[in-house]
């Protein structure tokens, strides 16, 4: 096990006009389990990559364990991936699959057996050791190459959206499956995905990615209720983070033909993007007028949404609230989140009180 330094890396394609990474600078510690996340072609698996040996670092440094990895073959880092299209040689069984890697590195035939035994234990593939990769299903094989990172012992594990290719019910019980095995083996892990919700449930520490770069990191609660950008806030929940045009004056905050009195003035003026997650918004009688436009029924809960001040708003409701066309909604104390419309960071922290009335005409 190892802790992973990674220094003002980037990454430029011959020809690109922009960085695929820029100036990433991130500190995993000891066993740590790091999810990177992000949309598809903000970088997160060229730097993943990049931390693997498979793409070459145009700039900055690369530190697994005490060694400066930059130069080093992928094979002599001392890592072990596994990658969404499993990567099995369909010619062998399940046992060579695992013992593959460690022939090639002379381990004694004794001491493969023993790990291909443990992890063969660990992922409940005993039965299957025999049997080639085709005659397996998908969650089945996704096993089999977890096993064999897992015999390597190596000093990092590097995930590279490992459960895209399997079935929604399969993928939540392979995550359970792989957050329980890093626990076990306390290796350090980097962990790529574009699901927000399987970066949540996998992560000490979630690295959110934007266009190559850092937007922010921290505990998947911590970015939840504490995002730092409208980016981070549109994609990191679900439903997203309703986010508004506002404007604050004082104390007053206007939506529409609306205005929101703070209990506290939160010490900003003019415009700015307001934020407020569907889980915290709720059917008042004196609130912000909410024009209803479809329900969607998810059972436990539904989703409403609708309209306020001629802006699209999400509302979490129980499945027996009953929605009318037209209704208001409150904006709860310690519900707001303030975003500078221009550059979409975060001004101010949750922790207002609010009730609405309608401006004069």
Do not use: W
């Not at 600078?25 to 993943?48: A, N, Q, Y």
């Not at 880092?77 to 299209?85: E, G, H, P, S, T």
């Amino acid at each position: 096990m190892a802790s992973i330094e990674i220094t003002d890396v980037f990454k430029t394609y011959p020809g690109a006009a922009v960085p695929s990474v820029s100036d990433v600078t991130l500190s995993i510690k000891d066993g740590e389990f790091i999810v990177l996340v992000g949309p598809s072609g903000c970088g997160k698996s060229t730097l993943l990559r990049m931390v693997a040996g498979l793409e070459e670092i145009s700039g900055g440094e690369v530190r697994i364990g005490e060694r400066v990895v930059n130069k080093v073959d992928p094979a002599d880092r001392d890592i072990a991936m596994v990658f969404q299209n499993y990567a099995l040689y369909p010619h062998m069984t399940v046992r060579e699959n695992m013992a593959y890697g460690l022939k090639n590195r002379r381990t004694p035939a004794a001491e493969i057996a023993a790990r291909v035994a443990e992890a063969a234990r660990m992922l409940e593939l005993g039965p299957y050791l025999d049997r080639k990769p085709r005659a397996l299903s998908g969650g089945q094989r996704q096993r089999v190459a977890m096993g064999r990172a897992v015999v390597r012992q190596p000093a990092a594990f590097l995930f590279d959206e490992p459960l895209s290719n399997l079935d929604a019910k399969l993928r939540v019980s392979m995550r359970g499956e792989i957050r329980r095995l890093q626990k076990r083996l306390g290796t350090t892990s980097i962990y790529v995905t574009h699901d927000q919700l399987e970066a949540m449930t996998l992560a000490d520490r979630l690295v959110v990615l934007n266009g190559g770069r850092i937007e922010q990191v921290g505990a998947p609660m911590d970015i939840y209720h504490r995002p730092a950008s409208t980016f981070v806030a549109s994609f990191i929940g679900s439903p997203a983070m309703n986010l508004i045009d506002a404007e604050v004056s004082g104390a007053e905050l206007r939506v529409g033909d609306s205005v929101v009195t703070l209990a506290t003035a939160p010490g900003i003026q003019g415009a700015v993007t307001l934020g407020i997650r569907a889980e915290d918004l709720a059917p008042s009688a004196h609130g912000l007028p909410f024009r209803l436009d479809f329900v969607e029924e998810l059972g436990a809960q539904k989703l409403v949404h609708g309209h306020v001040g001629g802006q699209p708003m999400t509302m979490i409701a129980g499945p027996n609230d009953v929605c009318a066309e037209e209704m208001r909604v409150a904006l709860p104390a310690g519900a707001l989140h303030f975003f500078d419309t221009a550059t979409g960071r975060r001004l101010f922290a949750p922790g207002l009180t609010a009730a609405a009335k309608r401006v004069p005409a």
